[in-house]
């Protein structure tokens, strides 16, 4: 299964994080900017290009200490089909470095609508015969709010192609809690009850590891809810929003782990994308600074749950 490969990377670097690659024209440096206006002029091509251009000197800097990416569709769509292009080209590129790439994408729809996501997403297309990638990401984030119709397209491709999906459980927001923390007529809250749904569709998708590839978003800015779900849900793999910008610590993320330091990838993104203002550095010097930061960032929840094995 998809996340065998992640946990593998995990273990092999000694480090459960992600770099989000979420990245705002501000936080290019103006000299990329500039290369890239006086090619393309100021427009959605330029910017495109700039994006992408900051994101390979991103990844070059730490593909061979951070396991994963973590793109934000949002942040290329606003740029239109040319910001798709340097999305898709950033994927590509990463996981030519060997990276495992999580597309946060949250879709959610039904039936054939959702089966579209799904190919478009984690698998294949056909052209008039030929099988062609659309995005090629490793996983996906999925909005699991309409049920069962709207996994079910995901755990097929999931299990066809070795592909994973992240489910929205107790998300890091401020305002999750006015309806994920609702109670249900059995008692559950609505965010346990999807950890409950998320342990269920991944009953037929389990990995060698223990975990299924139908992981789970829960945030590291709620760590009692977070503990409880790691509890609550033994074979679901989270992606830990929150750590950083957000304001939770290592601390608060340590109980997203197993007794192995497994189970859990934990997000930065503004974090590790503007490391350089933290550091006091010049923004020429941003692609250093994220490797930096990524290496304290790893070394900050080592330190809190050890080393990871299995």
């Not at 949250?106 to 039936?111: E, L």
């Not at 119709?149 to 927001?173: W, Y």
């Not at 950890?195 to 992981?215: D, I, N, Q, T």
């Not at 990838?265 to 010049?282: D, E, F, V």
Request: with cysteine; proline share 3%.
């Amino acid at each position: 299964m998809a996340f065998d490969k992640l946990i593998e990377k995990i273990i092999e670097t000694q480090n459960p994080t992600v770099a989000g690659l979420d990245p705002k024209l501000d936080y290019v440096p103006a000299s990329i900017k500039n290369a890239c206006f006086e090619k393309y002029g100021k427009t959605l091509e330029g910017a495109a290009a700039a994006l992408l251009e900051f994101n390979k000197r991103i990844i070059d800097n730490i593909c061979d200490i951070v396991p994963a990416v973590k793109p934000q569709a949002a942040y290329y769509e606003m740029y239109g089909w040319q910001g798709v292009k340097a999305l898709t080209e950033t994927i590509a590129y990463a996981k030519a470095k060997g990276m495992f790439v999580i597309t946060d994408g949250k879709r959610n729809d039904i039936g054939t609508t959702m089966e579209a996501y799904a190919t478009a997403h984690l698998g294949a297309t056909d052209v008039a015969g030929e099988s062609v990638e659309a995005f090629g990401a490793d996983a996906l984030t999925v909005n699991g709010y309409l049920g069962t119709d709207g996994i079910k397209p995901l755990a097929g491709i999931c299990k066809e192609r070795d592909k994973g999906i992240f489910v929205l459980v107790k998300t890091s927001n401020p305002s999750s809690g006015e309806l994920q923390d609702m109670k249900l007529e059995n008692g559950a809250t609505v965010y346990e009850q999807m950890g409950r749904m998320c342990e269920s569709w991944g009953e037929e998708l389990m990995g060698k590891y223990g975990y299924s590839a139908v992981g789970a978003v829960v945030g590291a800015t709620y760590p009692g809810q977070l503990a409880e779900m790691r509890e609550k849900a033994p074979h679901t793999f989270f992606l830990v929003p929150g750590y950083g910008a957000q304001g939770g610590g290592a601390e608060d993320a340590k109980n997203a782990f197993d007794k192995n330091g497994l189970g859990a990838i934990i997000n930065s993104s503004r974090g590790i994308m503007c490391a350089w203002k933290k550091q006091g550095l010049t923004e020429e010097d941003f692609a250093e600074a994220a490797r930096a930061e990524a290496l304290r960032m790893k070394q900050d929840i080592l330190n809190t749950i050890g080393e990871i094995k299995y």
